[in-house]
């Protein structure tokens, strides 16, 4: 063991073993990326800039019932309703400051209409605080550049649960069986 | 020649008192140290907090329960998980219902991914600190996978905001588990490189042995809890002795030191980043089927695809998001391990749907407070050992 110590200290062996790393990973790909040039691509599901669905006639689907306002934990969601004809209720004016949310997606949970959801865009900085207010009109037009066509229809399917099948147990749950399975077919 | 020995004849040696921090790149945040110095040793050395003091603790009582879990993000932002298993669990205590088994589970594993992304995380920065560069690199490319497949599981990276009181957001899928395993299976290799790098270094050796050392019953005095305190040879973890989610149907070990120096703390933590990689394959083989949210309709939200189907659904939709749960009046502790030490949730219930009083127990902020003990009396160079070494995040500590 003392002899060990020894030569370690004469030949600098550990020193000569980091170093033989560091050369060996200087030959592996590099895991950085030129951000701004190659875009980093995101997870289906990313909880990013906020968009109010419409339906298939292309009407909002917010009825202003408020409870996504209610339940934002940072309080960032303005909504003022007035009275039309037949007293139904019209939502005037849907606000989100965009500056204050915390991207929790918690309006998307309290949502009983799947009327509000975050978008996969997270690239949205400028250099005043008057674009990052989103007014009704901004996040409509938010559900059509990023939710066109079979998107939007998919995205509460499959992204923004709690949906009933997390109440009991289902088919096709993940199972460390299955990742076993696929293993064996990789070999 | 005379002008010298004049000067030696009335040349006055003072202490000096400088400010170190909250700027300081090596306090990890906005710590601010004021240091008394003679020369290059430490005379006296005082912590000042509050430099990120957001009230998160009045912030908590002013929102239900429910809708308080994103403030837990912020406390420990490295390890935002840790936070919300611990919060959901004080809760879950309080209101006297249990998440499903499949859902513990989950909880076990993503709250061993976060201790794992915060260990690397201490691991970089503290050797960056103390002067080496590339484990710093690497601990980086690791966490990156974590961060990734945290993505996948809620579509965040850092304020996670996962799991949920009475259970977790949403199933794990498939291809998460996949990936997670390959993950799982590559990680002690990554480990060993960066003990390769480490560990028998001589420099290393010479900077963190005998450094910043505190005895085991002097550590217990001090309220030191988690890695800290186990570098000096306590053999204490919230997960083995009071075991919650699905902590008491793994196996792991709980590392402890010998000689409550710097080095052996950073061998306990090292050790735990292996074991806490054990208990994630060990969850992952033993995930049962079945449902990730509690059938407690008083206190968790009803599936989404069922509100507007079904009457009553709507009315506890409605009834939770705007006045919250009817909540049991009482008092509840409930401690959970996190990767700095003993995370303590503290509830008041006065019966309505907010608590009455949310006090945090913070790791970091009784270990912001022994740095004195451990700094004063050594040099100036190993003040920055002895902040890397108890791992102290500052948005815990000033809450």
Same mark, same amino acid.
């Given at each position: 063991m003392r002899a060990g110590k020894f030569i370690q200290t004469i030949f600098f062996t550990e020193i000569i073993k980091g170093m033989a790393l560091t050369l060996r990973t200087l030959f592996t790909p590099p895991v950085t990326r030129r951000y701004p040039k190659v875009k980093r691509p995101v997870k289906p599901g990313f909880r990013g800039l906020h968009a109010l669905a419409k339906n298939e006639e292309g009407k909002?689907?917010?009825?202003?019932?408020g409870l996504c306002g209610a339940y934002c934990p940072s309080q960032c969601i303005y909504i003022y309703t007035s009275e039309g004809e037949d007293h139904k209720k019209i939502v005037d004016r849907y606000e989100i400051e965009v500056l204050r949310c915390v991207y929790c997606g918690f309006c998307v949970e309290a949502c009983p209409f799947g009327a509000i959801t975050l978008s996969e865009h997270y690239e949205y900085s400028d250099y005043s605080r008057e674009p990052l207010y989103m007014t009704k009109d901004k996040l409509l037009a938010n559900w059509d550049r990023y939710f066109a066509g079979e998107k939007g229809l998919r995205y509460f399917r499959d992204f923004w649960r709690p949906k009933a099948e997390n109440f009991s147990a289902y088919e096709g749950q993940a199972m460390f069986d299955k990742v076993k399975a696929r293993r064996k077919e990789q070999k | 020649m005379e002008d010298i020995e004049q000067t030696e004849k009335t040349f006055e040696t003072k202490e000096l008192t400088i400010s170190m921090g909250p700027q300081h790149p090596a306090t990890h945040g906005v710590l601010r140290l004021l240091l008394t110095l003679a020369g290059e040793n430490v005379v006296k050395c005082t912590p000042y907090v509050?430099?990120?003091? +957001?009230g998160i603790e009045k912030l908590g009582e002013n929102r239900t329960y429910l809708a308080a879990l994103p403030l837990t993000d912020r406390l420990d932002y490295i390890s935002s998980m840790n936070n919300n298993v611990g919060y959901v669990n004080a809760v879950e205590k309080l209101f006297g219902i249990e998440a499903p088994e499949r859902a513990k589970f989950i909880r076990t594993i993503v709250a061993e991914m976060g201790r794992i992304s915060s260990h690397i995380i201490w691991l970089g920065t503290h050797v960056l600190d103390i002067g080496a560069t590339t484990p710093f690199l690497y601990a980086f490319r690791e966490r990156e996978v974590i961060m990734d497949l945290f993505e996948m599981l809620c579509g965040a990276r850092l304020t996670v905001s996962y799991p949920r009181i009475g259970g977790v957001r949403n199933d794990i899928s498939q291809e998460f588990l996949d990936e997670l395993y390959d993950f799982v299976l590559d990680f002690p290799s990554k480990m060993d490189d960066y003990e390769t790098l480490v560990t028998e270094n001589r420099i290393w050796k010479d900077r963190t042995?005998?450094?910043g050392v505190i005895s085991a019953e002097e550590a217990i005095n001090w309220g030191l809890t988690g890695g800290t305190l186990r570098g $000096?040879?306590? =053999?204490? =973890?919230v997960r083995k002795y009071a075991p919650y989610d699905a902590y008491d149907k793994v196996e792991f070990d709980v590392p402890v030191g010998t000689n409550g120096d710097c080095y052996d703390r950073y061998l306990v933590r090292m050790e735990e980043m292996r074991q806490a990689n054990r208990i994630i394959r060990q969850c992952i083989e033993k995930l049962p089927a079945g449902p990730v949210m509690a059938d407690a309709p008083k206190f968790t939200l009803p599936p989404k695809d069922m509100v507007l189907k079904d009457m009553e659904h709507l009315i506890h939709q409605f009834i939770l998001i705007t006045k919250g749960p009817t909540v049991p009046e009482g008092e509840v502790y409930m401690g959970t391990e996190v990767p700095k030490g003993e995370l303590g949730f503290y509830f008041v219930s =006065?019966? $309505?749907? +907010?608590?009455y009083r949310m006090r945090v127990r913070a790791p970091s902020y009784v270990h912001a407070s022994v740095l004195p003990r451990l700094c004063e009396g050594g040099m100036i160079a190993d003040v920055i050992a002895n902040i890397g070494t108890i791992d102290i995040v500052l948005g815990e500590c000033d809450r």
């Open positions: 909002m689907k917010c009825v202003g019932c | 509050g430099y990120l003091h +957001r042995v005998g450094i $000096s040879g306590v =053999d204490y =973890d =006065d019966g $309505s749907g +907010r608590p």
